[in-house]
């Protein structure tokens, strides 16, 4: 079989994946918090070709390239301030800590509300936790206040405090619905937290949409390879093996 299908394949192959990260970190642009995928190529072993006849050597052919990796780009989006009480944006390395069904998980989409027992929540209705893995009450009617720190006070009684957690930056993964799943340092997080702010997503669209155009001319250009390739056989087999 002609080596340059399997290579301009295995482009498309990878080119179909980019397109999939980049519509994905497209469809979150405008999520609070959300954290966008990078991806990572490479390519398959080189074969190193020489001359069958005298033996000196021609040179490297690549034989394909592959994703190598996907991985959440962890740099800080913007805060944006709307004033709400319970819109919270971290500066730093920190997450919230959110007590999902499944475990803990944690975001930095800060949109909390309270539900009916007067936990803070997230949109989704998991509690936000403190720094010991409890949810945070808020009683009585006073004017609810964040402190940088995360401390939460209403009507200046402390009703607790927001816990921010360090993960390990190669542990994050993206579970949906802006959560993640991570593993915890265990050394405090340096980040702070800005009361009636949301983080902004960290995509810049242009970069994405000119990422996108440019996969596109690279799967159509491995397309085009292709066919050049499969004209050449049926060629050969059709045309030059009738002289």
Do not use: C
């Not at 070709?49 to 780009?73: A, E, F, M, R, W």
């Amino acid at each position: 079989m002609e080596r340059g299908l399997y290579i301009a394949a295995s482009g498309m192959l990878a080119a179909e994946i980019r397109q999939d990260v980049i519509a994905n970190n497209l469809a979150n642009a405008t999520n609070p918090g959300f954290k966008g995928d990078k991806l990572v190529q490479q390519a398959f072993g080189d074969l190193l070709l020489s001359n069958t006849q005298t033996g000196n050597l021609i040179g490297p052919l690549s034989v394909g390239t592959q994703v190598k990796t996907i991985s959440v780009d962890l740099s800080n989006g913007g805060p944006q301030f709307d004033g709400r009480p319970l819109d919270l944006a971290v500066t730093g390395d920190g997450w919230f800590a959110v007590g999902a069904s499944g475990g803990t998980t944690y975001t930095r989409n800060g949109a909390f509300t309270t539900n009916a027992s007067g936990q803070i929540v997230t949109a989704q209705g998991d509690p936000v936790l403190d720094a010991k893995g409890k949810p945070i009450t808020i009683t009585g009617t006073g004017q609810v206040s964040i402190a940088r720190d995360g401390t939460v006070s209403v009507g200046g009684a402390v009703a607790g405090k927001i816990g921010l957690v360090a993960l390990t930056p190669s542990s994050v993964t993206h579970l949906g619905m802006n959560q993640y799943a991570g593993t915890p340092t265990g050394k405090p997080a340096s980040g702070s937290i800005a009361q009636g702010a949301l983080e902004s997503s960290n995509i810049n669209t242009v970069t994405e949409m000119v990422s996108l155009i440019q996969n596109m001319r690279e799967f159509e250009a491995d397309q085009k390879a292709m066919r050049a390739l499969d004209d050449t056989i049926d060629k050969a087999v059709n045309q030059v093996g009738r002289v």
